[in-house]
Structures are given as C-alpha cells and as structure tokens.
C-alpha cells in the first residue's frame, strides 16, 4: 500500500483560504471569510467579475459569523472578547471598506443576540445589561446606533424568539426544566402558546424559528414521536401541526450547539422567508423538500458533489445560489448556481493544499453496547496501512447532548495522516438518535456513559483494528471529562489520555457556570447529574468526579485550557495538574491566555495539535515502548 503524503500541523489547523460564503441579497456580490493578517475577515466580491475587497479588519481574533441586511451597503459581524463569549454587534459600510467597523452594542460583558427584521434598518436584540441574570429585547436602529427597549423580562423569561416581522416569543421554564413557547404581547405580557417535556429535550425544543408573517413558530417537537419532526405552533392558541417529519430520522439539530460551523435545518426562501425544505440527519443527511419550487435547484446543487449539503444562500430572485458541502475528505467544496442558465462554477476550495486522495475516508459504523443499545459512531482507518493492531484514538465529543456527524474533521486526518485509527462513538445521551437514547444517559456520567466508550474501545479491540495497548482517549469539553473519567475510572485501558478543557469536578463546575445560563440547567444538567444544593446529589456527583480519583491516574496525561474559559473555568484544569506534578506524574499542561471554551486563533490550534501529536508520538506511537506508557 502506497503511504499518503505526511501534511504538517499547519496544513490542517491554518484557517482555511477561503470559507462561510454567502450571496447578497441582490445576486450581485459573494461575501467569505478569508484571512487578512492572520485572521479570518470578511471579504466581498462581485459576481460577474472583478477585484475582491476586505471590508473588515479584524486582527485579534478574526471573524466568524456575519450578516447581509436589508439594504446591501451595509453589513453587521459578531465579535467577543478573546473567548469570553460576550458578544458585541458590528457594523461595516461596504462603500467604505477601509473604514472602521462600528459597535452598535459597546457593553462590557453583554450578552447579545439579534434578529434582522423586514423593515430595514431596524433589528431586534436581546441583551442581559440591565441584569446579567435576565435578557431583555431591544430595538436597535443599525444606522443611528439608536437602542429602545422593547420587552423587559418579567423574571421568568429564559430566553427570547425574535421573528423577522416583529413577533416575539418567548421561553419559561417550570422547576422540572420543562419548557413553555408563549407569545409576548405588548400589554398583555406573556401568553401561553404550548409546554414541551424539558426530560426529553435537554436543550430545549429546537429548532425554534418564527414563520414570516410571525402566525407561529417552527419547532422541533418529539412529543409524539421518538425523533424530532418539524411542527408548527399557532401563535394564536398553540395548537400544533406536523409540517415534516421522517420515518427513522430527526431533524438535524447540530446547529443548536454549533452555529457557526454546522447548517440550519431549515432552508427558507431570501426573499419571503417561506420554508422550502428541511434537513433530517442519521448517518448521512437527508433533505425533505417542502415547496415544490426549490426541488429542481436542489437537483441541480446536488449534483455539483457527492457531499452533503452544509451552507445555501440564494438571492431575493431565487436565480443565483452559493452553496457548500461538507465531506470527509474533499471539505467545503463552494460553488456559484445560475438557476436561469443551469450554469454553476467552482468558487473556491477552502483547503487546497490538502489532497482528497490523502485524506482518510470516514465509514458510519454501528457498535452494540453491553446493555443492547446500537452506538452509532465513525470509524476512521489510516490509509496505506493494514488496519490490524493499529494505535487507536478514542476521540469523545463534547455536549454531552451533542453528536459526531460524518464529514471533514481536522483532527479525526490530522490523526489519521500519522497512522492512528480513530473511533467517534455516539455514546447514549447523544441528541439526533431518538429521546429514548438521550433519555438513557441520566445519571449515568462515569457511568453507562463511559461504558458505551469502553465497549466502543473494546469493539475496536475485538475487531482486530486496535492493539490493545495503544489506545488512546481524548475529547474536549464533555469529552474532555470522557478522557478524565478513561485515566480515573478505567485506567488500565487507556495508555494515554488528554483533556480539552474538560470538566474535573462535576459539582464546581456547575457552581461556576455564568449566571446567565443557571436558570437553562434543570432539564440537563441538573436531570442528569445532580442538583448542587441538594447534599445527596452532590455526594453523588462527586463520586462521577474525576478530581476525588486522581490517585487511580497512572498513565500520562495531556491537559489543555483557554484562560477566557467561562464554560469550564481554569480552576479545573489547574487543580488536576497541580496535584499530579506534587506526586511526579506524567502531565503536561497547556494554557493559552487569549482562548475560551475551544480554542479560535489558529497559531493557538497549531501548537495545541503539535503537542497533541508530540505526546501522541511517545505514548501510543508506533515507535512508543512500553515503559513511556506507564507511570513509574
């Protein structure tokens, strides 16, 4: 078998040259995301030809998510402050381009959120300034910087829905964490549309989206049904009807975790705002279209790549489309589509540097648990190798009530390229594979949890892929704690582990969470784990702490952390290294002043996944002896 080419670090983790493309709303100009200075920045560049303009100039952290509004001079980004999530709404004047962007929410440690409504230039925007604890809704005027408030949280409120008519909802949530969707009225206040199970949606309803004329909401609902189907909610009286739904399939609802990087479920028209499909997701995704209109564009875009499709973007006319796709080894792929000629360009590759014939496919497998639940998860094998008694990296991912997704990870090929088989287990409490499978994982951290990873290891073992003594677990933020739980709980299987900041202590964790978030924990953490002020439940959630275990480590241990971290705060970190280095255990630390929960900057992911590969290298390596393996 011929070897594929050995790509460095930067070749995977440098930001992409180009990327997040979207057309403007009169088909004229493409927006995207490329580097200026060493940081994503917007960029725009006419359809019919012409030089590309950089009209931000964002150079600490970069940019990630932007927005075209009603009138196509004027173009609004989401920034925060080195990680710490509080984020600020700007604004960039695309006849200006060398002009400075202006922030239309100058707050320190506001939380900002907003909806661009039909009558430009007029947004509404949630903000906690008057209380950290309640987000209030505003009117922001994107020309004057003008903001009036709108709707003051009455105490009770635990998140707001803004709709591009006008129409606010809004979210309450009882003291089981089960959620209702009420219409707020001007005078009236609050007013009950419909309550939803928080036990079996952990993470509230989703999706959650206003219709155009704002007569109701789009909502994820399983109420009926074991997977989430698509249904509209009256804002009138509530009453529900089923606008889509698949026979084994939910709806995707990736985006709820990871906006930025993962597509809506639902596709809807630029100009009206009509829902004209939505996306179902098992191991690949599947696409119900809904008007009739949009079936031979979806045709046509899908036959640029075998992919599935991520972003759409289509002008007010519907004739011009710029669309991506997400694939395992030729990611982001990003074209142009004249629905009025049936023509269609590539515009770009964000990677070109990286080869699909290098990269290594990633096969959707189905592992059996010890207690009769089917994992789904993703096996990924190195190419040019024979997969038996490979290295295998256990990569966890975060949430918990999350999933892995097949398509391009960085990771999963940088891991791949040096020779390591990596499994992505979907362990129970995952989201997207039924409430009954979610529902499996309460109170079951270090628990059935860790079970379906160890079974999913052991799987791996028993196929012939894994040696047994090579393996690895690592995983960020809930995965991380996976990884903690792997050196703590079962640490003779694990030659190694390593912590993205990840959760050490269960019970500080929730105690340091941002006051913002406290009142969303009764349908999951507090479900799932425990109540900490209930002294039971904290007996309890210490036990699943990998900080009352730390004696049981003895193998190496990589541990990596962003000061900014409001998520899972730094103490975490620090304390399981400071009391591994006073025994003269194997851990290696890193911390990076600039990053949050998950780290952006690229220089920062570079050198992260060069220690990553360093400690890889000489604990679960190829040439890695034994004795690298075990603490003395």
């Not at 440690?109 to 950290?132: G, Q, S, Y």
């Not at 360009?345 to 014939?357: D, I, S």
């Amino acid at each position: 078998m011929a070897l594929p080419k050995r790509y460095p670090v930067e070749a995977f983790f440098s930001d992409p040259v180009r990327t997040g493309a979207s057309i403007s709303p009169d088909g004229t100009r493409i927006a995207y995301l490329a580097p200026e200075g060493n940081r994503l920045n917007v960029w725009i560049e006419p359809v019919e030809g012409g030089e590309a303009v950089c009209v931000t100039h964002d150079h600490n952290r970069g940019i990630h998510s932007y927005h075209w509004t009603g009138d196509p001079r004027w173009l609004l980004y989401t920034q925060d402050d080195d990680g710490d999530e509080a984020w600020h709404i700007f604004r960039v004047d695309l006849e200006d381009p060398d002009g400075r962007a202006v922030d239309l929410t100058p707050f320190p440690k506001v939380v900002v959120n907003f909806e661009l409504l039909d009558e430009f230039p007029r947004a509404h925007i949630t903000m906690n300034r008057r209380r950290p604890d309640e987000v209030d809704v505003h009117r922001l005027n994107i020309l004057t910087g003008e903001i009036e408030l709108v709707a003051q949280n009455p105490g009770e409120v635990s998140g707001w829905i803004l709709g591009p008519s006008g129409a606010i909802f809004a979210k309450t949530l009882d003291e089981n964490g089960n959620e209702t969707l009420n219409r707020w009225d001007a005078d009236a206040g609050l007013v009950h549309l419909t309550t939803f199970s928080g036990a079996e949606n952990p993470l509230s309803v989703q999706p959650q989206v206003p219709t155009p004329s704002g007569d109701g909401l789009w909502v994820g609902s399983n109420r009926h049904s074991e997977n989430t189907q698509l249904v509209h909610v009256s804002a009138v009286d509530g009453t529900e009807t089923v606008i889509a739904a698949h026979e084994t399939l939910g709806v995707d609802e990736t985006a709820v975790v990871r906006p930025a990087d993962k597509p809506s479920p639902l596709i809807c028209s630029r100009a009206t705002g009509a829902l004209l499909a939505v996306r179902f997701l098992g191991d690949r995704q599947v696409i119900q279209v809904l008007d009739p209109g949009f079936a031979p564009v979806l045709d046509a875009v899908s036959q640029l790549s075998d992919g599935d499709l991520a972003g759409i973007s289509g002008d007010e006319s519907g004739r011009r489309w710029v669309v991506s796709f997400t694939h395992d080894t030729d990611p982001g792929l990003t074209y142009l589509y004249d629905h009025a000629t049936g023509e269609s360009r590539l515009l770009f590759r964000p990677f070109p540097h990286l080869a699909p014939a290098d990269l290594a496919p990633m096969t959707p497998v189905s592992i059996t648990s010890r207690d009769g639940w089917q994992l789904p998860s993703f096996l990924t094998l190195p190419k040019g190798v024979e997969p038996t008694s490979l290295p295998l990296v256990l990569l966890v991912h975060g949430g918990p009530w999350f999933r892995d997704t097949w398509g391009f990870n960085p990771r999963v090929q940088l891991l791949a390229n040096r020779g390591y088989a990596v499994l992505q287990v979907n362990m129970r409490g995952s989201t997207g594979y039924g409430k009954s499978f979610t529902r499996a994982a309460i109170r079951e951290f270090a628990g059935a949890m860790h079970d379906d990873l160890v079974d999913g290891a052991q799987w791996a073992i028993d196929e012939g892929i894994a040696d047994p003594d090579r393996i690895a677990i690592f995983g960020g933020s809930y995965g991380g704690y996976s990884a903690l739980v792997g050196a703590t709980f079962t640490p003779g299987l694990f030659a190694c582990a390593i912590d993205y900041c990840g959760i050490s202590s269960l019970l500080n964790f929730m105690r340091t969470l941002p006051i913002q978030v406290r009142k969303f924990l009764q349908s999951n953490w507090f479900l799932y784990v425990g109540d900490p002020d209930n002294p039971d439940d904290v007996a309890d959630m210490l036990a699943r702490s990998p900080i009352t275990r730390l004696d049981a480590i003895c193998r190496p241990l990589l541990v990596i952390q962003g000061s900014n971290d409001t998520r899972v705060v730094q103490e975490e970190s620090d304390v399981i290294v400071e009391a591994l280095r006073a025994r003269g255990a194997d851990v290696e630390y890193l911390v990076k002043e600039n990053e949050g929960h998950g780290f952006t900057n690229p220089e920062n992911n570079i050198d992260m996944f060069r220690a990553v590969e360093r400690f890889l290298a000489r604990t679960v390596g190829v040439e890695a002896s034994s004795s690298t393996r075990v603490l003395q």
